[in-house]
Protein backbone atom coordinates (compact mmCIF):
# COMPACT_ATOMS: atom_id res chain seq x y z
CA UNK A 1 0.00 0.00 0.00
CA UNK A 2 1.57 3.34 -1.39
CA UNK A 3 2.12 5.55 1.76
CA UNK A 4 2.30 8.37 -0.24
CA UNK A 5 -0.03 9.18 -3.23
CA UNK A 6 0.76 12.05 -6.14
CA UNK A 7 -1.30 13.95 -8.55
CA UNK A 8 -1.18 16.68 -11.08
CA UNK A 9 1.30 16.91 -13.15
CA UNK A 10 1.26 16.91 -16.83
CA UNK A 11 1.99 19.03 -19.94
CA UNK A 12 1.73 22.68 -19.56
CA UNK A 13 3.29 25.24 -22.01
CA UNK A 14 5.96 27.78 -20.85
CA UNK A 15 4.66 30.26 -18.41
CA UNK A 16 1.85 28.08 -17.58
CA UNK A 17 1.38 26.37 -13.81
CA UNK A 18 0.49 23.26 -12.41
CA UNK A 19 -0.45 22.57 -9.11
CA UNK A 20 1.39 19.17 -7.63
CA UNK A 21 -1.05 17.24 -4.44
CA UNK A 22 0.66 14.87 -2.19
CA UNK A 23 -1.12 12.83 0.02
CA UNK A 24 -0.21 10.87 2.38
CA UNK A 25 -1.70 8.90 5.76
CA UNK A 26 -2.33 11.20 8.99
CA UNK A 27 0.12 8.49 10.96
CA UNK A 28 2.69 9.77 8.44
CA UNK A 29 1.47 13.22 7.52
CA UNK A 30 1.40 14.74 11.32
CA UNK A 31 5.00 13.79 12.09
CA UNK A 32 6.88 14.47 8.81
CA UNK A 33 8.39 17.10 7.32
CA UNK A 34 7.30 16.35 3.28
CA UNK A 35 9.46 17.51 0.09
CA UNK A 36 9.31 17.63 -3.38
CA UNK A 37 12.25 16.79 -5.16
CA UNK A 38 12.28 15.93 -9.01
CA UNK A 39 15.03 14.59 -11.55
CA UNK A 40 15.02 15.33 -14.96
CA UNK A 41 16.16 12.72 -17.81
CA UNK A 42 20.07 12.52 -17.21
CA UNK A 43 20.01 14.04 -14.30
CA UNK A 44 20.46 13.67 -10.53
CA UNK A 45 17.11 14.20 -8.32
CA UNK A 46 17.15 17.05 -6.70
CA UNK A 47 15.24 18.62 -3.88
CA UNK A 48 12.95 21.29 -5.67
CA UNK A 49 11.01 22.72 -1.78
CA UNK A 50 9.85 20.94 1.66
CA UNK A 51 7.79 21.79 4.61
CA UNK A 52 8.47 20.97 7.78
CA UNK A 53 6.16 19.44 10.41
CA UNK A 54 5.87 22.83 11.82
CA UNK A 55 5.15 24.68 8.50
CA UNK A 56 8.92 26.39 7.73
CA UNK A 57 9.54 25.84 3.97
CA UNK A 58 12.54 26.40 1.89
CA UNK A 59 12.94 26.10 -1.98
CA UNK A 60 16.26 25.33 -4.04
CA UNK A 61 17.31 28.79 -5.60
CA UNK A 62 16.01 27.66 -9.03
CA UNK A 63 12.35 27.91 -8.32
CA UNK A 64 11.95 30.74 -5.45
CA UNK A 65 9.59 32.92 -6.28
CA UNK A 66 7.72 30.96 -8.76
CA UNK A 67 6.81 27.81 -6.51
CA UNK A 68 5.03 27.73 -3.41
CA UNK A 69 4.72 24.61 -0.99
CA UNK A 70 1.89 24.45 1.42
CA UNK A 71 0.45 22.01 4.10
CA UNK A 72 -3.19 21.04 4.77
CA UNK A 73 -3.32 19.11 8.02
CA UNK A 74 -7.40 18.89 7.34
CA UNK A 75 -6.41 16.69 4.13
CA UNK A 76 -2.70 15.40 5.08
CA UNK A 77 -1.91 16.96 1.54
CA UNK A 78 0.95 19.11 0.70
CA UNK A 79 0.87 21.14 -1.94
CA UNK A 80 3.13 22.38 -4.59
CA UNK A 81 1.72 25.32 -6.70
CA UNK A 82 4.08 25.50 -9.89
CA UNK A 83 3.70 29.09 -11.51
CA UNK A 84 5.90 30.78 -14.52
CA UNK A 85 7.17 27.10 -15.63
CA UNK A 86 10.02 26.96 -17.78
CA UNK A 87 11.36 24.04 -19.96
CA UNK A 88 14.05 23.18 -17.65
CA UNK A 89 11.19 22.40 -15.14
CA UNK A 90 10.56 19.26 -16.42
CA UNK A 91 11.03 16.02 -14.99
CA UNK A 92 9.61 13.81 -12.62
CA UNK A 93 8.30 14.81 -9.35
CA UNK A 94 8.12 12.72 -6.14
CA UNK A 95 6.99 13.39 -2.92
CA UNK A 96 9.14 12.36 0.08
CA UNK A 97 8.72 12.51 4.09
CA UNK A 98 10.46 12.06 6.50
CA UNK A 99 10.12 11.94 10.31
CA UNK A 100 12.37 11.34 13.03
CA UNK A 101 10.56 8.80 15.51
CA UNK A 102 12.67 8.50 18.44
CA UNK A 103 15.23 10.02 20.52
CA UNK A 104 18.00 7.93 18.91
CA UNK A 105 17.37 10.06 15.67
CA UNK A 106 16.08 7.13 14.25
CA UNK A 107 14.04 8.23 10.51
CA UNK A 108 11.37 6.71 8.82
CA UNK A 109 11.34 7.52 4.85
CA UNK A 110 8.80 7.40 2.27
CA UNK A 111 8.85 8.12 -1.52
CA UNK A 112 6.30 8.26 -3.86
CA UNK A 113 5.35 6.93 -7.40
CA UNK A 114 6.48 10.17 -9.39
CA UNK A 115 4.32 12.26 -11.31
CA UNK A 116 5.11 13.71 -14.91
CA UNK A 117 6.06 17.19 -15.43
CA UNK A 118 6.47 18.82 -19.28
CA UNK A 119 7.05 21.84 -19.83
CA UNK A 120 6.86 22.67 -23.20
CA UNK A 121 5.81 24.03 -26.47
Known amino acids: QAQLVESGGGLVQPGGSLRLSCTAS????????ISWYRQAAGKERELVAS???????RYADSVKGRFTISRNDAENTVNLQMNSLRPEDTGVYYCYSRAVVNVEGSTVEHWGQGTQVTVSS
Open 51 to 57: ISNFGNT
Open 26 to 33: RRIFRVSD
